[in-house]
């Protein structure tokens, strides 16, 4: 059985982990150490206690999460920061965090992995942080309401529901994106206006986003930030066990946003 620094190695190489800039919380690559092999990997999107218990009650080594263990900044190991970690010390589970390295990604990634759950074919990128574009986007010849049809489904099977504005029947999606969780802000309206997008579909984003969209003539969908980010955190956990042989479970703590 592989240990939890061979598997982290093999996916910082697949997910361009040093290559790719991100935010300083996310601290992406093995965030802790474990001691022993690994026969069962838990996937997750967020790093909570609860997530912690269940990887424990689940028997899983290694914890490969979206949101890691760092999200809010340094902090003290005190409280329910120091209990967590006691808890995955004590079991000798290692933890794995990748954000935009897997948003980005073009097999395993969120962006790609929610365009094709939505039928839309990706060519171009969007939402551009620093070097990279973290999201997707390309043409299609839709009706804009049975995208919003298709994303509730999707929304609602990860525990969320989607909102949207009132569509008008004839109305069509012909340039769209994608920027999965919190992609709908000032700076990705303003790239979707200047390439010509006329729907966006998000995780989520301020109540300003939809004004300030409704005047430019996009019409967002927001589909949800936990919903949106779970499908690459469970593709890279699947992939991971089928290349090192082990076990992969997904462990779903919806938040309804």
């Not at 999201?135 to 489904?153: I, K, N, Y």
């Not at 802000?185 to 390439?195: G, K, V, Y």
């Not at 003539?217 to 955190?233: C, K, P, R």
Request: net charge negative; charged share 20%.
């Amino acid at each position: 059985m592989p240990s939890a620094r061979v598997i982290a190695d093999r996916l910082d190489g697949w997910l361009r982990t040093a290559e790719i800039p991100d935010y300083p919380g996310a601290v992406n690559g093995l965030q802790l150490d474990s001691r022993g092999e690994v026969k069962r990997i838990a996937t997750a999107v967020d790093f909570s206690g609860h997530i912690v218990d269940e990887v424990i009650r689940g028997e899983a080594q290694l914890l490969l999460i979206h949101h890691g263990m760092f999200w809010g900044g340094v902090q003290p190991f005190v409280g329910p920061y120091y209990h967590r970690l006691a808890k995955l010390i004590a079991n000798d589970v290692a933890v794995y965090s990748s954000h935009l390295p897997l948003d980005l990604h073009p097999e395993l990634g969120n962006n790609v992995l929610l365009a094709r759950r939505l039928g839309l074919h990706p060519t171009e990128g969007f939402a551009r942080y620093k070097t990279v574009d973290v999201g997707v986007s390309g043409a299609a010849d839709v009706s804009t309401a049975s995208l919003v049809v298709r994303a509730g489904e999707f929304a609602a099977e990860a525990g969320g529901q989607v909102i949207a504005p009132t569509i008008a029947p004839e109305r069509r999606t012909r340039r769209w994106a994608i920027c999965t969780g919190a992609g709908a802000d000032s700076d990705t309206i303003r790239e979707a206006a200047d390439r010509g997008i006329d729907t966006m579909i998000v995780g989520e984003g301020p109540h300003h986003t939809a004004v300030q969209a409704r005047d430019l003539g996009i019409v967002i969908i927001y589909a949800g930030h936990y919903a949106t980010e779970t499908l690459g955190i469970r593709a890279l956990g699947e992939r991971a066990a089928v290349e090192f042989e082990v076990e992969s479970i997904f462990l779903a703590a919806p938040t309804g946003l």
